[in-house]
């Protein structure tokens, strides 16, 4: 995994995402990928910390509240451990499509929501193109 603009890496592997954040805009979580990628590189865990909180002892730590899982490995084989890209996806578009529904509607919801969609789209047309070829389920590129 090559270092980019938006990632920084810290100790390790470990490292952090903001390609989300934007100036001027309300405070953004820290996205910090903890776990070592595995041997294909994929990350399979992502945390979200705070900005450093002060806990009872006077010491700064940042807080962790929220940690996706992604599915690691085959289902068929280890089991559904995690979730995936599709459902983080439904997710965000279920939540635009209430803000549109509300006080909050506005074009550029409409707009995210389409290009979400689009990626849902995309992810799909693989998952056909890895079953046609015979290696949907599988760990083969």
């Given at each position: 995994?090559?270092?980019?603009?938006?990632?920084?890496?810290?100790?390790g592997m470990e490292h952090e995402i903001t390609r989300h954040r934007r100036t001027g805009g309300s405070a953004n979580p820290a996205i910090r990928i903890t776990a070592k990628p595995k041997v294909d590189g994929h990350c399979h865990e992502y945390?979200?910390?705070?900005?450093p909180m002060r806990i009872g002892d006077g010491t700064m730590t940042p807080k962790v509240?929220?940690?996706?899982?992604?599915?690691?490995?085959?289902?068929?084989?280890?089991?559904?451990?995690?979730t995936t890209e599709e459902a983080l996806i439904a997710i965000l578009i279920d939540r635009l499509e209430?803000?549109?529904?509300?006080p909050y509607a506005c074009?550029?919801?409409?707009?995210?929501?389409?290009?979400?969609?689009?990626?849902m789209h995309w992810l799909g047309d693989r998952t056909?193109?890895?079953s046609e070829h015979g290696v949907e389920g599988t760990m083969a590129p």
């Open positions: 995994m090559a270092p980019v603009e938006h990632i920084h890496y810290g100790v945390e979200f910390n705070m900005l509240f929220a940690c996706i899982l992604f599915q690691d490995g085959i289902p068929a084989e280890v089991g559904i451990n995690g209430r803000f549109n529904k509300g074009r550029q919801n409409s707009l995210a929501i389409t290009s979400l969609e689009t990626a056909a193109e890895r």
